[in-house]
């Protein structure tokens, strides 16, 4: 059993509440050794170009025609009242060698096809640290996306009216996902900023 922390995951979403961006590079099948790296941790193939999404899409024509600056895509609108801030936790638990399997779904599959309220979500795999005491079983690698919206409508219109919690988990998963809905209470701006676009191969 791995012991790691619930830091991990609420330190990150609640610091991130008023930001926005991507997060990881899926570039190319091991784990690096160090936290230091300005890569990704896991290096896979670049994802296929040829990859449908799970949710419909717009036009190729009109998506072509929006400014790479338009905040449907960028996610830059911000929020008219930050309690309405919606903060969503999935936990992901992917079968051993599946991991760049996932990591390709979840760069051209899982897709947001309209991310005018989305601030930013973050894909992130565990960094180990011995402060940490969130406990994991072993037999899988943990995946968490932290998704902050401008409100639960939102989400709701581009993620949530999709979710069925009775679908049985994809190949590549150990065991379903789970997920957390969150309303902040307070919160806390930093000086630093955020990436300000998504990192190459994610759509």
């Given at each position: 059993?791995?012991?790691?922390s ?15 961006g991507?997060l ?25 170009d ?9 036009p190729?024509?009109?998506?072509a025609?929006?400014?790479v ?28 060698g ?16 309209n991310?005018a ?13 011995p ?10 690698t ?24 009775n ?35 994610v759509?």
């Amino acid at each position: 059993m791995r012991i790691f922390s619930r830091q991990v995951v609420l330190g990150l979403s609640i610091g991130v509440v008023a930001a926005g961006g991507g997060l990881l590079s899926q570039l190319g099948g091991s784990v690096a050794q160090t936290s230091a790296t300005t890569g990704p941790r896991r290096a896979c193939p670049r994802p296929s170009d040829a990859v449908a999404s799970v949710q419909p899409t717009a036009p190729q024509s009109v998506a072509a025609a929006r400014p790479v600056t338009d905040p449907v895509e960028t996610g830059a609108l911000a929020a008219p009242d930050p309690y309405k801030t919606r903060i969503v936790v999935v936990e992901w638990k992917i079968k051993a060698g599946r991991e760049c399997d996932f990591l390709d779904y979840w760069a051209t599959r899982s897709t947001i096809p309209n991310r005018a309220g989305l601030v930013g979500e973050f894909l992130s795999e565990v960094d180990a640290q011995p402060w940490i005491n969130w406990k994991l079983e072993d037999g899988y690698t943990t995946y968490y996306n932290v998704g902050i919206w401008r409100d639960a409508p939102a989400f709701q219109d581009q993620i949530g009216k999709y979710i069925d919690n009775n679908r049985p988990p994809l190949e590549f998963e150990a065991a379903k996902r789970a997920r957390v809905f969150l309303a902040p209470e307070r919160w806390r701006i930093g000086a630093a900023s955020l990436p300000a676009g998504d990192p190459d191969g994610v759509r």
